[in-house]
């Protein structure tokens, strides 16, 4: 999995660190979102893809990277 | 108006139905449902024509994606000025005042959303757990000190978000009772327009001073950060009246709807009050059922195609929160209240740019209100039968006036 963050889009709402707390922060000083984990373990997966469909702004990119051994695994 | 018959013999009724006027009646004996006619105008079409009482032909929009997807798109404008309203003519309506972004768009929006988001971060508002838990419990103290019953919205309801936005905007304690009372005046429907005028005007007037306090001597909060910022001393007190409007009355009426809502359904209640795990995910459900901050409008600011349909510039939109979020498609049987499901992705904090700066805040203030009301008061009950509560009927913030509720003494 790559995530890709788009920190010029993010309005600091804390969609992201509240519901992927092991991938996503947010800067302390401006709010927005911090990667914690660009190749977070797949325990992470389906919370880090939550997160970027929730995110308001659009700011952040997951995209499923073809890991070796797994060919079509959601 | 509704029955015109069509000119054209090829106009296909069911594609392009004739414009709706908004439904606003809640169905009798339901009193946290939307009207009826929303769930049946949404599966006809998510997004359709809808009359304004000015004469405008708009857009109402009440499909969970469609709403998502208009709240995100930047060709959709949040500025006051070019809406029309939905609930009466009210003529032209007025360019947000200062300090008030909601009505910005763009780089004058991201001017002031950039300049708060770092102090309403998810960290940031569980560090005020404690607060939140401390003022929580002094509310429950009064509340058993005075024994039932007692108006749960004036003891509980409002204090609790009242008190943190003092706590926010850094309000001395020697002058947390004077702002508290023009608070709750301010939101009060039984005040007269002339007690809520006055009410606001020593509000301003309170907040434009503090942001001189503040200046002359900053201390360790919102708006002593923020004098450091571009913002003039106009915008900075705008922002302060701003933020207590918006995160007062809906925090308010969460608090007490929601409380209602739990008394209502009394398995839900005992399965908070007896696991306190629930209680964030019960918060997210919570708001998807009540939706209490309904609707919202935005103006297209060129033509869009979007959902097989064309909304013109200068169209308003109304965003019908209510309406998404207890769509089907969305949400399985979404007009039960089930704490235990995953009520995640409601747009009951709205979506998009404008996404609620509070939501962070709102959310540590319930989870850890409700819970303390029912644990403290486990034989908590209505002290009214449910019929004689006073709905707050097509007001910006759906919610009760008031709630009086009692229990059993040890
Ligand atoms: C449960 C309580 C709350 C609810 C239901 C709620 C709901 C909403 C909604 C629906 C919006 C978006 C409106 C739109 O796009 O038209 C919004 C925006 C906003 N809310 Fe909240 N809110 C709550 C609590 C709070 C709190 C506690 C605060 C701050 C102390 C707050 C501050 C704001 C601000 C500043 C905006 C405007 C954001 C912007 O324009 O960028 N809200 N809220």
Redesign the interface.
């Known amino acids: 999995m790559d995530i890709t963050l788009h920190r010029d889009r993010?309005?600091?709402?804390?969609?992201c660190?509240?519901?992927a707390?092991g991938v996503f922060?947010?800067?302390?000083?401006?709010?927005?979102v911090v990667l914690l984990d660009t190749k977070p373990s797949p325990a992470h997966h389906a919370a880090a893809r939550?997160a970027a469909?929730?995110c308001?702004?659009?700011a952040i990119t997951v995209t499923a990277a073809r890991e070796p051994g797994s060919s079509s695994t959601p | 108006m509704h029955n015109e018959p069509s000119t054209s013999p090829v106009h296909d009724a069911a594609q392009h139905p004739e414009p709706v006027t908004l439904p606003t009646e809640r169905p009798a004996g339901c009193p946290f449902d939307p009207p009826a006619e929303l769930a049946q105008l949404r599966e006809e079409q998510p997004l359709r024509r809808l009359s304004f009482p000015d004469g405008h032909t708009g857009w109402l929009a009440t499909g969970h994606s469609v709403v998502r997807s208009i709240m995100a798109d930047p060709r959709f404008s949040a500025r006051y000025e070019l809406l029309h309203y939905p609930l009466a003519d009210v003529g032209d309506i007025p360019p947000a005042p200062p300090g008030e972004f909601l009505g910005l768009d763009g780089l004058e929006h991201t001017r002031y959303r950039r300049l708060l988001m770092g102090k309403f971060t998810v960290r940031r508002m569980r560090q005020l757990t404690e607060r939140v838990e401390q003022f929580t419990a002094e509310c429950l103290d009064a509340m058993e000190s005075h024994g039932g019953p007692v108006d749960l919205v004036e003891t509980f309801a409002q204090p609790i978000p009242g008190l943190m936005i003092c706590e926010l905007l850094g309000v001395p304690y020697a002058e947390r009772d004077f702002f508290q009372e023009h608070v709750t005046t301010l939101f009060n429907q039984a005040a007269s327009e002339e007690e809520r005028g006055t009410a606001m005007a020593a509000m301003m007037e309170y907040l434009q001073g503090l942001v001189l306090a503040k200046r002359a001597e900053p201390t360790d909060d919102l708006l002593s950060d923020l004098t450091t910022s571009d913002l003039t001393d106009e915008e900075l007190s705008g922002v302060g009246v701003f933020l207590l409007a918006a995160g007062f009355d809906t925090t308010a009426n969460m608090l007490g709807l929601g409380t209602f809502a739990l008394l209502s359904n009394p398995d839900q209640l005992a399965a908070l009050r007896d696991d306190p795990g629930l209680a964030e995910g019960a918060v997210e459900e919570l708001m998807r059922y009540l939706t209490v901050a309904d609707p919202t409008l935005r103006s297209a600011l060129e033509d869009v195609e979007i959902a097989g349909q064309k909304i013109k510039a200068g169209e308003t939109v109304l965003l019908s929160f209510q309406a998404a979020n207890r769509d089907p498609a969305k949400f399985l049987e979404p007009d039960r209240l089930d704490l235990h499901r995953k009520a995640t992705g409601h747009v009951a904090f709205g979506h998009g740019p404008h996404q609620c700066l509070g939501q962070q805040l709102a959310r540590v203030e319930m989870a850890v209100a409700f819970p303390a009301l029912l644990t403290r008061f486990p034989t908590l009950r209505l002290a009214v039968p449910a019929e004689e509560v006073p709905f707050r009927a097509n007001m910006n913030i759906y919610g009760v006036h008031r709630l009086l509720v009692t229990w059993d003494k040890e």
Do not use: I, S
């Open positions: 993010c309005v600091g709402a804390g969609m660190a509240l519901t707390p922060d947010q800067d302390d000083e401006d709010g927005r939550l469909g929730l308001p702004a659009a």
